[in-house]
């Protein structure tokens, strides 16, 4: 079921120098802790002069869009799924 | 080359979420049982769902499809990306919709060191094979895209359609026949009912037939310098490398409640002229005319335009204008599409100064709004405005939202440009 959300969240992020990629490693939501298992897709958008980066994640059995607020680098969580009907 | 990518964006949903994978999903203008279906990925396919059913239709055919809301920013991404990867292999990349690219690689070949037509065609086909990887690896490993080859922009769309997804094809003087021989007139792009009612009146029923057909009776067929046009296509001549320029700017809404009143529409109007507005001053026009449109609820439709001597910048006067027109209606009936465009553009710069009005001050004023705009809010894209007129807070929060058009890439212009 995809769940619209808007809630603070703990992101732990890895810049890997040599391949040169940012992903997020681990996530704790409503104290329980995600390990990321794969980065499906990353992409940014814009909000007047406020730059987003969106990272759409996967732990092993939910799926994750957290949303970096590049102004004052707090993330958010916006939407969860566990890719099931609604 | 045509690079067309499979199912866009409900492919591209399935990249994101890999939960999703080899499920039946659709992306759907409203999730609604009304909604309409705009993508529907490989496997929603198999069951028959297809772009343009409704959401409802979807679910009879498979009751436990996935329906998920667009997220524009998702596909411009992906589509940005396909183009910084694609303009490696040549400067000469046109984007011909968010998912449909054109590439013309015919000086790849002459740099190659082989000449002869067979080893080209494998240089081209190693190309598109590489693309396909590097999609793969460096955009994401759930999309894929279908690629066709041929000697015009034409057949490498019609190659492109040969074989989904993920194929690879040409269309070239040894097997045209062949191809042509394999579809229905329908299959061809551009050619739908109307076109295909036009050339059966004339005795062509098959691709085969419209190829064999002489130039006269297309001409009949068409009534128009088309007919010429199709002659040239299919026998593998260049006519479609033109780009057209920007002839209007507009917006529709496609209301949730039936409003039929020219009061009760103007909060939506005002919506609509504010954020055509700002897309109209941020390309740099300002326009001579304006034109309303109205789908009504019993499907009767209605639409007017004016023209005005002086250009109009200021989205106050355009909005004033196109109430003006809305007013002339003569129907009173529930509304179901409201639309509003601007068309004879002409460049902001060219400023006519006013005998009665201080022209210069109302472009700062608008100028300074705008920035104001564009600083906290997002007008061109989203429609999140700093400054509204007050009319329009009584609209819903979430109506006239963000879209990716069909068909057209004008709009990717504006993002483009501001990314």
Redo the contacts between chains.
């Keep these: 079921m995809?769940e619209k959300i808007s809630s603070p969240v703990s992101v732990s992020l890895s810049f890997d120098s040599k391949k040169r990629k940012v992903y997020p490693k681990w996530i704790i939501w409503n104290n329980r802790f995600y390990p990321i298992v794969?980065v499906?897709?990353h992409?940014?958008?814009?909000?007047?002069?406020t730059l987003f980066h969106?990272f759409?994640v996967?732990s092993k059995?939910?799926?994750f869009?957290l949303v970096l607020n590049t102004e004052n680098l707090h993330w958010r969580l916006e939407e969860t799924?566990?890719?099931?009907?609604? | 080359m045509h690079i067309d990518l499979n199912s866009c964006f409900a492919t591209i949903e399935q990249q994101a979420n890999p939960h999703l994978r080899g499920k039946p999903v659709a992306v759907a203008a409203y999730e609604t049982s009304n909604g309409c279906i705009l993508a529907a990925s490989v496997e929603a396919k198999r069951y028959g769902i297809k772009t343009g059913m409704r959401v409802k239709d979807g679910k009879l055919l498979y009751s436990k499809l996935i329906v998920l809301s667009p997220d524009p920013w998702k596909y411009r991404s992906v589509h940005l990306k396909l183009k910084k990867l694609l303009s490696y292999y040549t400067y000469d990349v046109t984007a011909k919709s968010i998912d449909e690219f054109v590439l013309d690689i015919s000086d790849f070949t002459k740099i190659s060191p082989c000449q002869d037509k067979v080893r080209s065609f494998g240089i081209m086909c190693d190309v598109a094979r590489e693309i396909k990887q590097r999609i793969r690896k460096e955009i994401g490993d759930w999309l894929t895209v279908s690629i066709g080859i041929a000697p015009n922009r034409f057949l490498a769309k019609v190659a492109s359609n040969l074989h989904k997804p993920d194929g690879l094809e040409e269309v070239n003087k040894d097997n045209f026949l062949n191809c042509y021989l394999r579809l229905k007139l329908t299959d061809l792009p551009y050619i739908k009912m109307r076109n295909a009612a036009r050339l059966g009146s004339m005795g062509i029923y098959s691709v085969l037939d419209f190829y064999h057909a002489p130039l006269w009776k297309l001409k009949v067929a068409f009534r128009s310098v088309n007919a010429y046009y199709w002659y040239l296509r299919l026998r593998g001549y260049e006519i479609d490398d033109i780009e057209f320029g920007r002839r209007s700017y507009g917006n529709s809404y496609a209301l949730s409640k039936p409003l039929a009143t020219p009061d009760e529409l103007s909060p939506i109007l005002s919506k609509l002229v504010t954020k055509m507005g700002a897309r109209l001053r941020c390309a740099g026009y300002k326009a001579r005319g304006v034109n309303i449109s109205i789908l009504y609820s019993d499907w009767s439709y209605w639409h007017k335009g004016a023209s005005f001597e002086n250009a109009l910048f200021d989205s106050r006067d355009i909005y004033k204008k196109a109430f003006k027109i809305l007013c002339q209606s003569a129907y009173q009936k529930p509304v179901r599409e409201l639309a509003v465009s601007c068309f004879k553009l002409v460049k902001l710069d060219s400023l006519q100064l006013g005998l009665f009005e201080n022209v210069d001050k109302k472009k700062d004023l608008v100028k300074a709004v705008d920035k104001i705009n564009e600083y906290w809010g997002d007008p061109v894209c989203t429609g999140r405005f700093a400054i509204t007129p007050a009319r329009m807070f009584l609209t819903e929060p979430n109506s006239v939202p963000d879209r990716i058009s069909f068909g057209g890439v004008k709009e990717l212009e504006e993002f483009s440009l501001k990314v």
């Design positions: 995809v794969k499906g897709l992409h940014t958008f814009r909000q007047g002069r969106v759409s996967a059995s939910m799926f869009r799924s566990d890719g099931e009907l609604s």
